[in-house]
Structures are given as C-alpha cells and as structure tokens.
C-alpha cells in the first residue's frame, strides 16, 4: 500500500515537470506584465495586453496563416502522393519494383545534414527562395509515408481489388474510394506525423524564407525572442509562445492516442 | 538475371497506372534526393559565395576544415551534448515506464502529460526554458536558494550552457522514449518472470537478468534516435544562447548554418555537412555494433 501510494507521489510530481511549464505560459500570457515573475497561476487581473502587443509588433496572424497554408498542403499532398506510391508497391506489378523500395529505404537513411545546403542552392537557382513553393515543395513527399502506407495495404486482400477490376474500376478509383475508406488508421498516422514535422520545422524556413510577411510560426517566434522586438516583455514572448504552441496542443487534447502512437512506431522504425 | 526480352516481357504484364503513381515520386527523388546528394559532392571541391562563379579548390575545404578549431568545438559540443542526453534519456525514461507499467488509475493522463513536450515546437521548450534557467529569478535557482544551496549558472558558464541544453533535450524528448520502453515492458514474456519466482529470484536480479536484457532493442533505438537528434541541433541554441557562451553550445548544425548564412561559404559549409552526415553515420554503426555485441 505504502509503495501504492509512494508511487502515485512520484507520478505527480512528474505531472508538475512536465505540465506546470505549459499552464504556467498560458497563465502568464494573460496576467499583467508586473505580475508574471512570481510562480502563482493566479492573478488579480486577467490582461489581454500582452496579445495586443505580439499583434502590433509583429506580423503573427499572417504568420499563422502562412504556417496553416504550408503545413495543411504538405499534409495533403503527402498523403495523397504517398499512398499512391505506396499503393503501387504494395498491390500493383512493375518493373523496378524492388530497386524502388530499395531507393525509399535508402533516402530514409541520408542525414539531412548532406543535402540541406544543395537544397538551399536549388531553391536559389529555382527562384523559389520567399515563396510558398519552397516551404512545400522540397517536403511533399517522404520515405517514411511511403513506407507505412506500402505495409499498411499490402494486408487489404487482393480478392476485394480483383472484384472491383473485373467490375472495369480503374486503379484510381479503387484506390482513393475503395481502399482510402479503409486506411483511416494509416492515414490518420501519417497526417500526424506530417502536420506536426511541418508546424514544428524551424530550420528550414530560416534558410529559404527572410521576407517576413512569409515566414512560419516558429520561425517568426525565434526571430522575436533573439531579434530583441519582444524588448525584455516577458508578457509578450509567453504570448507568442502561446500562440505557437496552441494549435498542437488543442490537436494533441482530441488525438492524443494517435499522437503517442504514431510517434512511437516512427520512432521505432526510423 | 533478367534479360532484355525478359525486361520487355515484364514490363508488357505490368500494370500501366503504376507508373503513373510512381512518377511523382522518381521526378521529387531526383530533384530533391539525387541532385542535391550530387551537387554536395561538387560544392565540396570549390569555394562559393552563391553569387559569383564557382572556384574550383581541390581539397582546400578539407584542409581548412582540419585546421578550424571551430569545427573541432562544435564536434565536442555534439560530444559533451550526447554524453550527458543520452544516459539521462535512458534513465528517466525507464524509471518513468516502470512506474507507469502497473494497474494505475489515470495511467494514460500521466502518459499524456508527460508526451506533452514532445508536440509542441522547440522555439516553445526553448522560451520556457529560457525563463526557467534564468540566474536571479528563474524556477531552478529560486528553488536551489530557498533551500540554502548556491545559485547555478545554468547558461552563463561555458561548462554549464551546454549540459543545461542536454537537460532540456531530455525534457522534450522523453515522453517518445517513455512510450517506446513502455512497448517493450509489454512484449516481455510473463512467462519469464514467473520461471524466476519459482527459482527464488530477487526482485532486483529479475530486473537485472530479465528486464534489462529483454529492453536492450529499445535501448538501441533511444541510443540510435538520440545521437542523430544530437547532430541536428540547431534550434535551441540558436535561440537559446547563440552558440555561446565561449562557443561552448555551438552545435554542428549551428556552425553549418553560421557558415552558409552568415559567411556565405556555401563550399566550405557543404564540406561540414557531409563531414558531419558521415560521423552521424558512422557513430550509428559502432553504437549498433556496441550495443549488439554487449547483449
């Protein structure tokens, strides 16, 4: 019982650790900025002054649309030119088949740190560089969505796709209404996995991106707290980190399980 | 193996759309794979600035790059990063999982918490943190002076900076590794540990000859995922501490991008890429050899 209860302690206080820095940012984004030093969560005034000066000093709204744009469509364009990849390996036949897989497997393993500066002189010589097209194109497809919708369909029994091919479906079709109902657990994983790498990535729209009416979320939080705008205003760097952080975290609360799952089994097969 | 009639044979039974779906993808693997993995071999014979022609220097890179103490910095830092992460990771994340491993109320809440840092942005962690470490009012030294214990210079001391950064890497990244050894807690045979309790096995040596060896391919993978989240470093210092103080959190990354960007040496900064790429690379191998040939 005594070990019960000592282990309950130890959770908790874990608990603190890992949460009490997050509601505390909350918090302190809507205190008055005298008041956000001590270590209370209560205050005597709820303040929205913080808010109205991360709005006037910098362009955040713009930036949350522009992280919104680029991460829903590299999102979407992922999932949808990944399955196809994935569904060609999994179910249909074609020469080159194997050296393909091969290929994906060995792009997964090249560290980012080879290609980053090459990248960037493409996007250079492209023209791309402070445009949309280089926060979405150069990450529209990955190894790794590949590889779990190609595991994924290979378990869908091939009798239900020579039914619809006799039935004169093309493999268009079959896929994105036949198989696409069926694959939500994939999907959902890679959707995840994706939206979060692109909303999080911050070193790649410092490199392709100085126009700041087109740079991302963290990138143009970064750029706050270092660039000394914020001028030592506690208050307004908790507020854009709250702004930062929310939609992840208000994502995180409805998927949680997802969440946890879908970093754990990339995790184990990155 | 296959010849050409064979090739021709095949690729008349093939299924015509599939190369319709695999199109976009050999189009992306060649303009954003293949070319620059090419190109980066190019760079890192010449000196660029990305705006006048490319000057074509031999090995000069590489000789530059073995006489620039800022290069060797930057791979301790990595070093001393890793050396204080890793077994911190390790350590937190299985005591967090043991405890988590039970018949717990809330059991999946405390996981939740605890997987929090992982989603949200490091330019969050790194601003929390920032106040946190502060020297005169952070949380840290407030609650070290309230007890009698002296202030620590979390990020001022060139000795500090960079273990205070392996601290909160392990903050923000534990909650995946939690999980992970949560996963192999639960594929460990019941079986085992019955086997042992009728041998009289103590609690300790179950954990000792049981538990540990059976976790040892999540160990590979947190030692693995870890070190090349360590050579990717960027974001926290940059934020953080700008690569000081004396240099001393200045990461691989980090000078790469310095050199790139600031100093526009695209050659010399492409010849550190692939350097670093290379050690990353290589450090995984030895670990998995290691690793493999300890269990």
């Excluded at chain 1, 001590?38 to 913080?50: A, D, H, P, T």
């Excluded at chain 2, 990305?50 to 074509?56: D, G, L, Q």
């Excluded at chain 2, 001393?80 to 005591?95: E, S, Y």
């Excluded at chain 2, 943190?129 to 060139?158: A, C, E, H, K």
């Amino acid at each position: 019982m005594a070990a019960r209860t000592l282990k309950y302690i130890a959770l908790c206080v874990g608990l603190v650790v890992f949460g009490y820095p997050f509601i505390w940012m909350i918090v302190g984004s809507l205190k008055p900025e005298m008041e956000i030093g001590n270590l209370k969560l209560w205050s005597s005034l709820l303040s929205f002054n913080s808010y109205r000066a991360v709005f006037t000093k910098i362009p955040i709204a713009r930036a949350f649309f522009n992280s919104m744009f680029v991460s829903l469509s590299v999102t979407t364009l992922v999932v949808v030119l990944g399955s196809m990849v994935g569904y060609a390996l999994a179910k249909l036949r074609f020469v080159g088949k194997g050296v393909l897989y091969i290929l994906i497997l060995f792009t997964m393993m090249i560290p980012f740190q080879i290609t980053l500066i090459p990248q960037y002189v493409l996007m250079v010589k492209l023209g791309w560089t402070d445009t949309y097209l280089s926060l979405i194109v150069p990450s529209m497809m990955t190894g790794l969505s590949i590889v779990l919708f190609r595991q994924f369909f290979t378990s869908v029994p091939e009798a239900l796709l020579d039914a619809a091919r006799i039935d004169g479906c093309s493999e268009l079709y079959i896929l994105f209404r036949l198989i696409w109902p069926l694959s939500r657990p994939v999907i959902i994983t890679v959707a995840i996995l994706t939206f979060m790498a692109s909303w999080n990535d911050v070193l790649w729209p410092m490199i392709v991106v100085r126009d700041r009416s087109l740079m991302t979320m963290p990138q143009l939080v970064a750029i706050f707290v270092i660039g000394g705008e914020a001028e030592t205003q506690l208050g307004s760097l908790l507020a854009a980190a709250t702004l930062l952080a929310l939609p992840i975290i208000i994502a995180y609360s409805f998927f949680q399980r997802y969440f946890i799952e879908s970093m754990a089994s990339s995790g184990i097969k990155g | 193996m296959s010849s050409p009639t064979n090739i021709f044979r095949r690729f008349k039974r093939s299924d015509r759309t599939a190369y319709v779906f695999v199109l976009p993808y050999l189009v992306y693997f060649a303009t954003f794979v293949a070319y620059p993995l090419l190109f980066s071999l190019i760079l890192m014979f010449h000196r660029w600035n990305i705006v006048t022609p490319m000057e074509w220097i031999g090995l000069k890179n590489f000789i530059r790059m073995f006489g620039d103490p800022l290069f060797f910095k930057s791979l301790v830092n990595t070093l001393v990063f890793l050396a204080i992460h890793i077994p911190l990771q390790i350590a937190v994340a299985l005591a967090i999982a043991l405890l988590l491993n039970a018949r717990l109320r809330f059991r999946s809440f405390f996981r939740a918490v605890y997987f929090m840092p992982v989603v949200v942005s490091g330019v969050v962690v790194t601003i929390l943190w920032q106040q946190m470490y502060l020297f005169d009012y952070g949380v840290f030294n407030s609650i070290l002076t309230s007890i009698g214990l002296p202030r620590v210079p979390w990020l001022v001391d060139p000795s500090f900076a960079m273990p205070s950064i392996a601290i909160m890497a392990t903050w923000k990244n534990v909650g995946i590794y939690i999980v992970l050894f949560l996963v192999g807690l639960q594929n460990i045979p019941g079986e085992l540990y019955e086997a042992a309790e009728l041998d009289g096995a103590a609690s300790a040596n179950q954990f000792l000859h049981i538990t540990l060896p059976m976790l040892n391919p999540t160990v590979i993978a947190i030692v693995v995922l870890s070190t090349i989240g360590g050579f990717s470093l960027f974001i926290e210092p940059y934020v953080l501490t700008g690569g000081g103080p004396m240099q001393s959190t200045l990461s691989g990354m980090l000078y790469i991008y310095n050199q790139a960007f600031y100093f526009n040496h695209m050659g010399y900064a492409a010849t550190l890429g692939i350097t670093f790429a290379l050690i990353v690379l290589s450090v995984v191998v030895i670990q998995r050899k290691l690793i493999e040939a300890e269990a």
